[in-house]
């Protein structure tokens, strides 16, 4: 459904930031995208989105599309309408507005289905009860939801989710990923950028692993998650288990084979 | 008694022109964070096509009216369009600047449009007055008052529960936020822009009416705007409205008082009432009676 092929971003016309990534969602599944902070994972989704402009990036070389459609270059309120829609990081909730006109902001493009507002809180029933509140003074865990709510109220076939588990409490990160889930076996694709690898490769069905704006792993999720280099660098998993003395730790870090 | 009233209700009048004039500001600056000087130009502007329409012309006065608010927003939209969306991501202070020499530009043309002479603005009223519980109001001033209210209702209405008002919010409280869910940004700066200009059109209709009149000099009329915008707080709607009323009622009262209390400060005093309301109300709040404190959780 989505493919970007060898795209290139630069911003402020001197800092390349994506080297030719590439990269597929299929329709109707959860593909995660992963890798360090200042790899380039929030730029391919700026890229997506058309919101490069913004932060004075440009597209310099490759292309996106979408159901065949190339939409690299495109307006962001044009993607939007297309069917992708963005969840950003940090939730950026119109805090000044209440819960319900975040959610009527979100539907702005008019493309979303009329029982959209109806699956938003039947997917988060604590904005239903809280439809009245300033979203400003919802906690963190409502607010991502809040966030995610007012993406899905333009019914987007391709959901784009940014860190959605940061600064939430495990047991909020299990809630937000079991919603996931569920809004994506109502039949959104979801692309998921993560930190957090096993939480994000525990649902999704696909993984890419960006590196300094290059996939260097690009695998199922099973594999990934056997992948040696993945589980020590990511998933924080040590050939000798748990109860490893320190008088073993290497005093060298072994070097990640996919950068040679 | 009657003084009083006569002032508190002329200055009523004149304060609900203030909020329309300081309501053209503040939905600029809060879509943009742009504090537009080109609503003086924008107001004559609008006022120049009022009086051409009702008196050149001849058509009905409040027909007049609607046809300059609109061109008055065609206006406002078009110098968004042409040289403030090119600034979008630059410095606001640039933009404040262009907006600067846009008002010089746009006020030379009405300026040679309206030549040397005072323009009355074919307006119904003239001279008139009512008489109510003893007050005399000139007719033109109930007008004044009563279109205000209604546009700024109007307004309101719009805001509150509208599509592209609510968009206008998002948009203000965050640009790019509200791009990823789609609102193009640019057309709500259009739409502030426009907005601005045909309120600006209208007060400028209604502040040469009556016993007033159409000049050269009519301009400056909508700096009086801006002590009411910093007294309100900038970014606030109601701020405008309220600070429009406080210092129209506050402008009146001196006016009607200080040639006899105070002779000793001269003629013509009441010009520096503004200002005087505006320092005083920023001593006791620097942010001005509703600049908005930032929702935040603790």
């Given at each position: 459904m989505l493919d970007v092929r060898n795209l290139e971003v630069v911003y402020e016309d001197v800092i390349l930031v994506l080297k030719g990534m590439s990269m597929h969602v299929p329709d109707g599944e959860i593909v995660a995208l992963l890798g360090p902070n200042g790899a380039g994972k929030t730029t391919v989704l700026r890229a997506l989105t058309g919101l490069l402009d913004v932060h004075r990036g440009e597209i310099t070389r490759g292309e996106i599309s979408f159901d065949g459609e190339v939409i690299s270059g495109r307006q962001a309120h044009e993607i939007v309408a297309g069917g992708i829609s963005?969840?950003?990081e940090g939730r950026r909730v119109f805090a000044e507005l209440t819960v319900e006109e975040n959610l009527r902001a979100g539907a702005y493009?008019?493309?979303g289905r009329a029982d959209a507002s109806d699956r938003v809180f039947d997917l988060f029933p604590v904005l239903a009860e809280r439809r009245r509140a300033t979203a400003g003074y919802l906690s963190g865990g409502e607010q991502q939801m809040l966030a995610i709510g007012r993406a899905l109220m333009a019914s987007p076939r391709l959901l784009l989710l940014d860190e959605p588990s940061l600064g939430l409490a495990p047991q909020l990160v299990e809630q937000i990923r079991e919603l996931i889930v569920e809004i994506n076996e109502q039949g959104t694709a979801v692309l998921l950028v993560e930190q957090n690898a096993t939480m994000a490769l525990s649902i999704a069905s696909h993984?890419?692993?960006?590196?300094?704006?290059?996939?260097?792993?690009?695998?199922?999720a099973e594999e990934l998650l056997a992948d040696q280099d993945m589980q020590e660098f990511y998933l924080g998993v040590h050939a000798g288990g748990a109860g490893h003395s320190f008088r073993d730790v290497k005093h060298y870090r072994r070097r990640k084979r996919w950068l040679s | 008694m009657t003084t009083f009233l006569q002032a508190v209700v002329s200055g009523l009048a004149l304060g609900t022109i203030y909020a329309l004039l300081?309501?053209?500001?503040?939905?600029?600056?809060r879509a943009t964070d742009v504090?537009?000087?080109a609503q003086p130009a924008l107001m004559v502007f609008g006022a120049y096509w009022a009086m051409y329409f009702a008196t050149v012309i001849g058509w009905n006065f409040w027909v007049a009216v609607v046809i300059a608010a609109v061109l008055g927003a065609v206006m406002g939209a078009v110098i968004e369009r042409l040289f403030l969306r090119p600034l979008v991501g630059r410095p606001v202070f640039s933009a404040v600047m262009v907006t600067i020499g846009l008002d010089i530009v746009?006020?030379?043309?009405?300026?040679?449009l309206l030549g040397i002479n005072q323009r009355t603005m074919g307006d119904p009223f003239g001279l008139q007055t009512v008489n109510i519980g003893g007050i005399t109001i000139p007719q033109s001033d109930l007008a004044a008052m009563l279109g205000a209210i209604l546009v700024i209702s109007a307004l309101l209405v719009f805001y509150r529960t509208t599509k592209y008002g609510l968009a206008m919010r998002a948009a203000a409280f965050d640009q790019e936020a509200a791009m990823a869910q789609g609102i193009p940004v640019g057309r709500m700066f259009g739409l502030a822009w426009a907005l601005a200009g045909s309120m600006a059109a209208i007060a400028g209709t209604f502040i040469s009416m009556g016993n007033?009149?159409?000049?050269?000099?009519?301009?400056?009329?909508?700096l009086r705007a801006l002590p009411v915008i910093v007294l309100g707080g900038l970014d606030s709607i109601r701020g405008a409205i309220v600070g429009g009323l406080i210092i129209g009622v506050a402008e009146r009262l001196v006016a009607a008082y200080q040639p006899g209390a105070a002779p000793w400060l001269g003629a013509g005093f009441e010009l520096v009432v503004p200002y005087i309301v505006m320092l005083v109300v920023l001593l006791v709040k620097p942010y001005g009676l509703y600049g908005t404190a930032e929702v935040q959780r603790v």
């Amino acid at each position: 459904m989505l493919d970007v092929r060898n795209l290139e971003v630069v911003y402020e016309d001197v800092i390349l930031v994506l080297k030719g990534m590439s990269m597929h969602v299929p329709d109707g599944e959860i593909v995660a995208l992963l890798g360090p902070n200042g790899a380039g994972k929030t730029t391919v989704l700026r890229a997506l989105t058309g919101l490069l402009d913004v932060h004075r990036g440009e597209i310099t070389r490759g292309e996106i599309s979408f159901d065949g459609e190339v939409i690299s270059g495109r307006q962001a309120h044009e993607i939007v309408a297309g069917g992708i829609s963005q969840v950003m990081e940090g939730r950026r909730v119109f805090a000044e507005l209440t819960v319900e006109e975040n959610l009527r902001a979100g539907a702005y493009t008019g493309g979303g289905r009329a029982d959209a507002s109806d699956r938003v809180f039947d997917l988060f029933p604590v904005l239903a009860e809280r439809r009245r509140a300033t979203a400003g003074y919802l906690s963190g865990g409502e607010q991502q939801m809040l966030a995610i709510g007012r993406a899905l109220m333009a019914s987007p076939r391709l959901l784009l989710l940014d860190e959605p588990s940061l600064g939430l409490a495990p047991q909020l990160v299990e809630q937000i990923r079991e919603l996931i889930v569920e809004i994506n076996e109502q039949g959104t694709a979801v692309l998921l950028v993560e930190q957090n690898a096993t939480m994000a490769l525990s649902i999704a069905s696909h993984g890419y692993v960006l590196e300094t704006g290059k996939v260097v792993l690009d695998k199922s999720a099973e594999e990934l998650l056997a992948d040696q280099d993945m589980q020590e660098f990511y998933l924080g998993v040590h050939a000798g288990g748990a109860g490893h003395s320190f008088r073993d730790v290497k005093h060298y870090r072994r070097r990640k084979r996919w950068l040679s | 008694m009657t003084t009083f009233l006569q002032a508190v209700v002329s200055g009523l009048a004149l304060g609900t022109i203030y909020a329309l004039l300081a309501l053209g500001f503040v939905i600029i600056y809060r879509a943009t964070d742009v504090v537009s000087f080109a609503q003086p130009a924008l107001m004559v502007f609008g006022a120049y096509w009022a009086m051409y329409f009702a008196t050149v012309i001849g058509w009905n006065f409040w027909v007049a009216v609607v046809i300059a608010a609109v061109l008055g927003a065609v206006m406002g939209a078009v110098i968004e369009r042409l040289f403030l969306r090119p600034l979008v991501g630059r410095p606001v202070f640039s933009a404040v600047m262009v907006t600067i020499g846009l008002d010089i530009v746009l006020r030379v043309i009405v300026d040679d449009l309206l030549g040397i002479n005072q323009r009355t603005m074919g307006d119904p009223f003239g001279l008139q007055t009512v008489n109510i519980g003893g007050i005399t109001i000139p007719q033109s001033d109930l007008a004044a008052m009563l279109g205000a209210i209604l546009v700024i209702s109007a307004l309101l209405v719009f805001y509150r529960t509208t599509k592209y008002g609510l968009a206008m919010r998002a948009a203000a409280f965050d640009q790019e936020a509200a791009m990823a869910q789609g609102i193009p940004v640019g057309r709500m700066f259009g739409l502030a822009w426009a907005l601005a200009g045909s309120m600006a059109a209208i007060a400028g209709t209604f502040i040469s009416m009556g016993n007033s009149s159409l000049s050269r000099s009519t301009w400056v009329f909508a700096l009086r705007a801006l002590p009411v915008i910093v007294l309100g707080g900038l970014d606030s709607i109601r701020g405008a409205i309220v600070g429009g009323l406080i210092i129209g009622v506050a402008e009146r009262l001196v006016a009607a008082y200080q040639p006899g209390a105070a002779p000793w400060l001269g003629a013509g005093f009441e010009l520096v009432v503004p200002y005087i309301v505006m320092l005083v109300v920023l001593l006791v709040k620097p942010y001005g009676l509703y600049g908005t404190a930032e929702v935040q959780r603790v």
